[in-house]
Each structure stands twice: as structure tokens, then as C-alpha cells.
């Protein structure tokens, strides 16, 4: 099973958390607070999934998370106590993958493990897409702009990988919260304008230009025998 490093500094929820990993036949690394949390995952290099709690001492679960999106696309799951739109939105904004509020149903929160393990599970095959310069490793869950490599979280490859499916297709931002984020995904659909702005960052020249944003509807990428006029760019887009 996978190997998945939970930071908390609350002890009992700490222990909590750890034991139902355990019970899933999960190994548990356990850190106190922030810091251990990155000297344990640049030291063992293979941590499958991060459980982070965002109030801890020195660093904190969103200084981690960054820190981490450095160098990896390893899936996080921030909790928390702290409930606002604002706070879920800042864990996104650093590089979570999903975000469980405290009090929590320890079945839920084993749902969500679960389901963002299966997601960026290593595939048996092998498939590599490119287009326009752009390759997608399935399997190493890398992306490649000509000779240089560009991590993403799972959210951001996912969203790239539904958008490549069918190039010149325009995706609405429902359609995306579904198949990305999933079914019983109950937050705002702006997340999705928040990742979509960090994947054009990240991709560069190359996002800027084929990642597009068309007003009132969602996001496509660009088609290269397009000659239309470029679409205006969505308010609510980031």
C-alpha cells in the first residue's frame, strides 16, 4: 500500500488519523509540525500522498505545500480547523490537492485519501501524448515544454489532461469541477479558474498561447489551424 506522511501538532488527531491509515494497511510517516514534515519528504523521496495540517509551529501546512510543489506533484490534503472560503482558496492557491475541515468524519477522510491515491496511481501502460511542443508522460506523471519539465499537482495534470482529450473543445467550468474534482465536490466553481491560472503559469509561453479562456462558458485549448479572433478573456478568470 502506499506510503503517506501525516503533520499535525495536535497529538490526538495526529494518532487518529494515523490509526485509520494503518487499518487501510497504509505505512505512516508522523511529524509535528512543518518542518519534520519537509525533512521527512525530502529524505525518504517516496512519500505517496501528504496529510497537512495548516496551524502548526515554524512552518505552516501552506508553507509546506509550497515548499513541496518545488519539486513535486505528490498529492496534499490540507486540514484544518479553520472553515473560510478564503482559507480553502489559500490551500488551492499553494498547491493542494483537497482540503478536509475539522471537525472530520474519519470515513471521509479515508474516502478522500483513497481517491486522490487512485488518481495519481502509477498506470501499467505507458500512453505519452504531445501537441504543440507539449508532452504529457501518463505514467511518470511528468510534463514536458521542448527539453524542460513542468511539475503540476493532480489537480493541475488532471485539468491539463481532460482539456488535451479533445483539443479545440470547450470545456464549462461544471464540466471540469465533475470530472476533475468529482461528483460530491461541493465547493465554488472558481477553483477552477484558480488552478486553470496557476497551469497557465506554469506552462508559460506555451500556456498563454494555447490554454484559453472563452468568456461566460470555460476554458479549451487552442486548435492550431484556428483563425479565429481570439476569444475575450472571462472576467471571473484569474
Known amino acids: 500500500m502506499a506510503k503517506i506522511l501525516v503533520a499535525d501538532d495536535e497529538e490526538l ?3 487518529l488519523v ?3 491509515l494503518k487499518k487501510a494497511n497504509h ?5 509535528k509540525d512543518g518542518d519534520e514534515a519537509l525533512y521527512y519528504f525530502n529524505e525518504m523521496q517516496d512519500i505517496s500522498l501528504m496529510i497537512l495540517d495548516i496551524m502548526m509551529p515554524g512552518k505552516d501546512g501552506w508553507e509546506v505545500c509550497r515548499e513541496v510543489r518545488k519539486t513535486s506533484t505528490v498529492p496534499i490534503l490540507l486540514l484544518s480547523a479553520r472553515s473560510q472560503e478564503f482559507d480553502q482558496l489559500s490551500g488551492f492557491e499553494a498547491g493542494a490537492d483537497d482540503y478536509v475541515t475539522k471537525p472530520f468524519s474519519p470515513a ?3 474516502k478522500r ?3 486522490l491515491l ?10 505519452k501524448e504531445s501537441y504543440q511542443g507539449l508532452s504529457i508522460d501518463y505514467k511518470a506523471h511528468l510534463v514536458h515544454i521542448d527539453d524542460e519539465t513542468i511539475y503540476l499537482t493532480v489537480k493541475e495534470f488532471k485539468l491539463l489532461e481532460k482539456l488535451l ?16 474534482w468529482g461528483f460530491d465536490y461541493y465547493g465554488d466553481t472558481r477553483t477552477v479558474d484558480s488552478h486553470v491560472a496557476r497551469l497557465r503559469t506554469k506552462l508559460g509561453d506555451w500556456g498563454n498561447k494555447y490554454l484559453k479562456t ?18 475575450p478573456t472571462d472576467k471571473h478568470s484569474s
Open 108 to 110: 471521509l477522510l479515508m
Open 113 to 115: 485519501v483513497e481517491s
Open 13 to 15: 488527531i495526529r494518532k
Open 18 to 20: 494515523c490509526d485509520f
Open 165 to 180: 482529450d479533445h483539443v479545440g473543445r470547450v470545456y464549462s467550468r461544471e464540466q471540469l469541477i465533475d470530472d476533475v
Open 214 to 231: 472563452v468568456y461566460g462558458i470555460g476554458y479549451k485549448i487552442q486548435e492550431t489551424n484556428e483563425n479565429k479572433k481570439e476569444e
Open 118 to 127: 487512485k488518481r495519481s496511481a502509477i498506470q501499467t501502460e505507458v500512453p
Open 27 to 31: 505505512t505512516v510517516v508522523e511529524a
